[in-house]
């Protein structure tokens, strides 16, 4: 199965398809097996429409494939796989479903991954048009990124994130406080990062 993996990966969908066929017709009542064939066929078929209730669709198809992956198979890589996968294919230039963009983050926090929800929710402010990514709980992201910070103080790039979501609040004060404390550390990553913005 890893090798239909590595096949679809490589965008080499029929020779992955002709695995998962050889795979079912071998081993019929492994469920776990059907499953993925079945995701598997599923997400090959992208929607041909830019229609945004296709497109929406389809990324609860994602959505479900990783649910799957994450909580039946118990395939954990598996699972960041799809998601990657997921917010590679899908347009981000009209509009984007932001769901998809939190519960990538969710898992990688239910992974104590906390470097990799951060690098998702940064990415999902950069793509997605602000209108539409609701985070909801503004409060629990800025401590997410307070103690990212905490431990990685010279990322110059959680900086920036940071003092972004705090401008698209409207909080310019506290951006530029940010950005004040960013400069302030005594190592930066990238220092040059903070200046251009």
């Not at 064939?37 to 389809?58: F, L, M, S, T």
């Not at 890589?77 to 932001?98: F, N, Q």
Request: proline fraction near 4%; charge should be positive; aromatic fraction near 12%.
């Amino acid at each position: 199965m890893k090798y239909a993996a590595v096949e679809m990966k490589n965008k080499l969908i029929n020779h992955a398809r002709n695995v998962w066929d050889c795979a079912v017709t071998l081993l019929p009542s492994v469920d776990q097996l059907w499953y993925k064939y079945i995701y598997e066929r599923a997400i090959a078929n992208v929607p041909p429409a830019d229609e945004k209730g296709y497109r929406h669709r389809y990324v609860y198809l994602w959505i479900n494939y990783a649910l799957f992956e994450e909580l039946e198979a118990k395939d954990m890589e598996r699972t960041r796989d799809v998601y990657r996968e997921c917010l590679k294919l899908i347009p981000h230039d009209k509009s984007s479903c932001a769901k998809i963009w939190l519960m990538a983050a969710h898992f990688e926090i239910r992974q104590l991954n906390l470097k990799g929800a951060s690098q998702i929710l940064g990415n999902a402010i950069g793509k997605i048009p602000k209108d539409k990514l609701q985070l909801g709980n503004i409060d629990r992201c800025r401590k997410l990124y307070e103690k990212y910070l905490e431990c990685s103080p010279e990322n110059c790039y959680a900086w920036s994130k940071y003092a972004e979501l705090v401008k698209s609040l409207s909080e310019t004060e506290q951006a530029r406080a940010i950005f004040e404390l960013a400069i302030a550390q005594p190592a930066l990553d990238m220092p040059e990062l903070l200046w251009k913005d």
